[in-house]
């Protein structure tokens, strides 16, 4: 199990960008997969984007493509979500997540969550 912890959220204007950062505990954290969902109220929580730890190989819900990149840095341990573009609908909890697996859209396949960090777009 690793520890995370979101950061960088806030009030952006729509067409506004923020950047996430998720940091994390653990001597193993460079071999976890990493994703990001978000939940916006009376919604479920859904993916939003993921990071293979082997490959580098990156995944977005078609929602975000072109507009948000996720990127991750061994050294400092630390998983980011850009987000460009952002719109009203973008407003929610964002989490960041980590897991032993093969990389799912699914957030029960994640083990290890951040507390979340709230992002609002206003229009």
């Known amino acids: 199990q690793v520890q995370l912890v979101e950061s960088g959220g806030g009030l952006v204007q729509a067409g506004g960008s923020l950047r996430l950062s998720c940091a994390a505990s653990?001597?193993?954290?460079?071999?976890?997969?990493t994703g990001w969902f978000r939940q916006a109220p009376g919604k479920e929580r859904e993916f939003v984007a993921a990071?293979?730890?082997?490959?580098?190989?990156?995944y977005y819900a078609d929602s975000v493509k072109g507009r948000f990149t996720i990127s991750r840095d061994n050294a400092k341990n630390t998983v980011y979500l850009q987000m460009n573009s952002l719109k009203p609908e973008d407003t929610a909890v964002y989490y960041c997540a980590a897991s032993k697996y093969t990389i799912t859209t699914r957030p029960s396949d994640f083990g290890s969550w951040g507390p979340g960090t709230q992002v609002t777009v206003s229009s």
């Open positions: 653990g001597r193993t954290f460079s071999t976890y997969n």
């Open positions: 990071i293979s730890w082997s490959s580098g190989s990156t």
